[in-house]
């Protein structure tokens, strides 16, 4: 068999294949995002993008009633916007298989929020497998399914960033396709709100089983060696105990909801001290807790916040002492991260930036507009919160509220934001940064952007058609990189005496076509340059000095945004050709 | 721990975009390639825009954990200075090597980046017990057509002091680049290996 290094989230997409599945659904989200990318590769399986994660999860629901089996994908904060149907689904219970990945971001690498969604899937009464290597997170997506239909319940494959983001050595197996389940949809079952009463036991009954088979399930091991010390432990942070602590005894768990009580009392019984070693909340400690156990070790030691790792465990284990970080000690400057170079959300940035208006910000590139030297963006929350936070804002008294959103969060979960600004009379202007891709995940395709995950052509979404269908009186649309353009529109729509929209238009420079887009780079003629510095003012990071303080374009990296050229007073920045003649 | 069951353990640095996550895979599928049990940490997501960048393969018989504990690193390879700096704390005290591009970017969200950059970075990391090799990646890669190859000349280098044969390293680059760009990076790679230490 093959075996092949690759990422937690490439094996989770390569078991989606193996077991069957028919139909994958999701919505980009940091740590989650490469799974949907990778199935996408795999011509039996039917893989999209949905507008957001709860149709994705809607979506995935109405494919598994109908008997298929199916994987739908979201980062942590994802479930949020999906917990509707996601409570919901367990009472009526699936018919062909449907797993969940929910990708947990400890660190926050690319989140706005630590959230451990056990507690979710606890709250739906949905089980949680949790993989810990790449290999099982390719096996368990199998072994879920196979729950899901057992059990009739949808299913959670629980994932966190260094999971998600490692890579280990997996060993590859062949597709089995499994027949689609066919099934009468029968009323009593699936209108859940008219037969909840019917419905709500089959629920808690479906979770006594559930406790049943965590008793018995090999999901969760124990590995004796004969120790006086345990570990309880789960996901990625058992392979950093195998690491540490080669001597202990371990009872690894394989699935965390619903715990099983017997084997976690037997096990902290015969060991005279337990470490329970969970990254996140202590969602397995208080369960232990709660049985009345009290000779463990958890997050008072080894702590909440943030991610673990070897040797944050080790040295609050005392095993060892860690090296000082240099950074704290040389003081370190941060280098956080910043719009790329060319990239058009630049422009509207520097304008609002003079404007001095209050700015409602979103979650895409563009909450970079919050960090030097732009500082022009005041509020950022969660995906499509801009519109509604620029709304309350102006009714809390702020005049010159604009609202600034990416084409994908605004399909995502502005529009009804949008359709309500309207309709209770607001004046906001709202700013729709449209770059044709989901720019901050890497650059997936949506509904605005005219292609779909397969790669194929895909109704595109009018943008202008639909803010003046939803009643928005102002709809304009420029070209982002033309300065004076963008800075007229803003000016004029925020003047404007009832709600109004700008267009921002311009693809993202990550995008293929347009790394792969022959041009001429610019160039800065030091017989015309004058030094003023107001190529500078642009903050291109392709703009660096000479020795002799002129400024110079790095002809690799320019993207011929023409931006610098628009704000030099003496016209000293031009295409370089070699033969080029200023006329 | 025998010299059979060693693991190995390199940390990789450098900002969004100079390619820590390219030379990070060549290494570990080098290392795959060689027989060895390997891990890899990868960073996806918002750092890539021009952020921060560290990575970590661990290789050897039986790998568990793929983070490398600081004080650990066989080697710590920064494709940048400050970078460099930063993971520098990975490096084992006294039988670890810092490779250090001499390649400055400075931060432009940063203000006053410019003056508060660190300087005499090596000597500062010698001072401190580590054994540091600069090398001119930065120019070696511009002198051979691009730059941005820097990073090849950085594993070039890196591959002189681990236990794959060369015929590997070269296999994986011929695996893993583009064939429009294999030979100049083939070249990056060789200059790395005969770079004199500074
Ligand atoms: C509920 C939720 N889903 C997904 C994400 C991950 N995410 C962060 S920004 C973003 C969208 C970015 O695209 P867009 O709004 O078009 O802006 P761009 O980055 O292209 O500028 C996504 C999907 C999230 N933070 N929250």
């Given amino acids: 068999m093959k075996r092949e290094l690759i990422l937690g989230n490439h094996a989770i997409a390569r078991g989606a294949w193996e077991a069957g599945v028919n139909f994958a659904s999701g919505y980009p989200g940091t740590p989650s995002t490469e799974i949907l990318e990778a199935l996408a590769r795999y011509p039996e399986v ?23 089996r199916v994987l739908v994908t979201m980062k942590h904060v994802g ?41 979710l899937a606890r709250m739906a009464k949905v089980p949680v497998l949790e993989p810990s290597t790449a290999q099982e997170c390719k096996d ?41 389940i066919e099934q009468d949809l029968d009323p009593r079952q699936f209108s859940v709100p ?8 089959t629920v808690e009954q479906r979770l006594k089983d559930l406790e049943s088979f965590a008793e018995t ?21 058992y392979q950093y105990v195998k690491e540490i602590l080669p001597d202990a005894d371990v009872l690894r768990l394989g699935m965390t909801f619903p715990l099983p009580a017997k084997i976690l009392r037997d096990f902290c019984n015969i060991h005279e001290q337990v470490y329970v070693i969970e990254e996140g909340e202590p969602f397995i400690e208080d369960f232990i807790r709660s049985l009345g156990i009290d000779n463990i070790v958890g997050k008072e030691l080894f702590g909440v916040i943030g991610e673990y790792s070897p040797g944050r465990l080790g040295s609050a284990l005392g095993l060892f002492e860690l090296p000082p970080d240099l950074t704290k000690e040389m003081t370190l400057m941060p280098r956080p991260p910043m719009f790329c170079i060319g990239c058009g959300h630049r422009t509207v940035f520097s304008a609002l930036r003079q404007l001095r208006v209050t700015v409602a910000g979103d979650i895409g590139c563009y909450t970079m507009g919050a960090l030097p030297p732009y500082e022009a963006s005041h509020t950022t929350f969660n995906m499509g919160a801009s519109i509604g936070t620029a709304f309350g804002l102006e009714r809390a008294g702020k005049e010159r509220v604009v609202a600034v959103i990416g084409d994908s969060t605004f399909v995502h979960a502005g529009i009804p934001a949008l359709i309500d600004a309207v309709y209770n009379g607001s004046k906001i202007t709202l700013i729709i940064l449209d770059n044709s891709t989901t720019g901050m995940t890497g650059g997936q395709p949506h509904p605005a952007s005219g292609k779909a995950l397969s790669g194929k052509d895909a109704p595109t979404l009018d943008l202008e058609g639909l803010c003046l269908a939803v009643g928005v009186e102002h709809v304009v649309k420029v070209d982002t990189w033309d300065r004076k353009a963008v800075n007229n529109a803003l000016r004029e729509a925020i003047a404007y005496k009832g709600p109004s929209v700008v267009i921002t238009q311009g693809p993202c420079q990550r995008l293929p076509e347009m790394k792969r887009r022959s041009l ?16 500078f003012k642009v903050w291109c990071p392709a703009i660096t000095r000479t020795e002799n303080n002129f400024p110079v374009i790095n002809p690799q990296e320019c993207t011929a945004c023409t931006v610098c050229a628009q704000v030099c007073p003496t016209e000293a920045i031009y295409p370089f050709e070699p033969n080029y003649v200023q006329i | 721990m025998s010299e059979k069951d060693k693991i190995w353990s390199i940390v990789f640095s450098g900002v969004g975009g100079q390619g820590v996550i390219l030379i990070t895979e060549i290494t570990a599928l080098a290392a795959v390639k060689n027989g060895y049990d390997v891990k890899q940490t990868e960073v996806h997501g918002v750092s890539q825009r021009g952020g921060s960048v560290e990575t970590q393969v661990r290789f050897g018989k039986r790998v ?135």
Avoid at chain 2, 114 to 119: F, G, H, N
Avoid at chain 2, 123 to 148: F, M, N, P, W
Avoid at chain 2, 155 to 163: A, D, E, N
Wanted: hydrophobic share 40%.
């Fill in chain 1, 46 to 68: 039917d893989s999209q993008w949905s507008a957001n994660e709860k149709v994705a999860f809607e979506e995935g629901m109405g494919a598994a009633i109908g008997g298929l």
């Fill in chain 2, 64 to 198: 568990w954990s793929p983070m490398v504990t600081p004080g650990n690193a066989d080697a710590v390879v920064g494709l940048e200075v400050l970078e460099g700096l930063r993971s520098a704390h990975y490096a084992e005290a006294e039988t670890g090597v810092i490779l250090l591009n001499e390649h400055k970017i400075v931060p432009a969200s940063v203000e006053n980046a410019e003056q508060m950059y660190p300087s005499n970075s090596a000597e500062l990391l010698i001072q401190k017990g580590y054994q540091v090799i600069q090398l001119s990646a930065t120019k070696i890669a511009h002198e051979l057509g691009d730059g941005r190859m820097a990073n090849v000349v950085m594993i070039g280098r890196l591959s002189t002091l681990l236990p794959i044969p060369q015929e590997i390293w070269s296999d994986t680059l011929k695996k893993r680049i583009p064939l429009k760009y294999l030979d100049p990076n083939l070249k990056a790679f060789e200059a790395g290996r005969a770079a004199v230490t500074a």
């Fill in chain 1, 520 to 535: 001429t780079p610019y160039f800065i003629d030091e017989s015309l340059c004058t030094q003023c510095d107001a190529c």
């Fill in chain 1, 217 to 237: 399930t090999e999901l969760n091991q124990i590995e004796n060696s004969g120790s006086t010390t345990g570990v309880v432990t789960n996901g990625i942070a």
């Fill in chain 1, 79 to 119: 479930l949020n916007v999906a917990a509707d149907p996601f409570m919901v689904f367990p009472y009526a219970g699936t018919v062909g298989g449907f797993l969940l990945v929910s990708a947990d971001d400890p660190g926050m690498h690319s989140s706005q929020n630590e959230q451990d969604n056990r507690y």
């Fill in chain 1, 140 to 180: 368990y997506v199998k072994l879920g399914l196979e729950i899901s239909e057992q059990f009739n319940t949808p299913v959670m494959l629980r994932t966190t960033t260094r999971l998600a983001h490692h890579k280990g050595l997996v060993t590859f197996g062949e597709r089995h396709e499994v027949p689609r």
């Fill in chain 1, 194 to 201: 008219i037969y909840r009463r019917i419905l709500r036991p």
